[in-house]
């Protein structure tokens, strides 16, 4: 098959995570910056907000038919592979309704498909962070 179908994993909230607004599971992982953006490039994540100084503040990857997306903060990513950084530090993931400024919404109201989809993007990341280490 030209994709992982019958085999993907799928990733569910547990009744914690679903009064969370957040996924922290990923935060304060170091990661080469290339490496983020090679795999999470591969997986329809762009550069979200800039900072003034060159930096990206965040990622994000937009799921139109459910007016969500998903954000990650990110610490200490130039805009330019191979500016300065050579590592970055992940932040929370957190979900947004589409052409909101700052409603967060809570993991209960995130439909579960683009919560598997998230959770298996960032195993993906994961496991090629630890092929690479």
Do not use: C
Not at 110 to 115: A, M
């Amino acid at each position: 098959q030209a994709f992982p179908q019958l085999e993907r994993k799928v990733f569910k909230a547990n009744q914690k995570e679903l009064k969370e607004y957040s996924i922290s599971k990923f935060s304060n992982t170091k990661i080469a910056d290339y490496l983020f953006r090679k795999t999470m490039g591969e997986r329809a994540w762009k550069i979200g907000k800039l900072s003034g100084d060159r930096m990206v503040n965040n990622y994000k990857k937009v799921f139109e038919h459910a007016n969500i997306q998903a954000m990650i903060d990110l610490d200490e990513m130039y805009i330019n592979l191979g500016d300065y950084s050579e590592y970055i530090i992940l932040g929370d993931v957190y979900f947004k309704k589409m052409n909101s400024k700052n409603t967060i919404l809570k993991i209960k109201n995130v439909p579960p498909i683009v919560y598997s989809e998230i959770l298996s993007d960032f195993d993906i990341l994961i496991q090629e962070k630890k092929l690479n280490d």
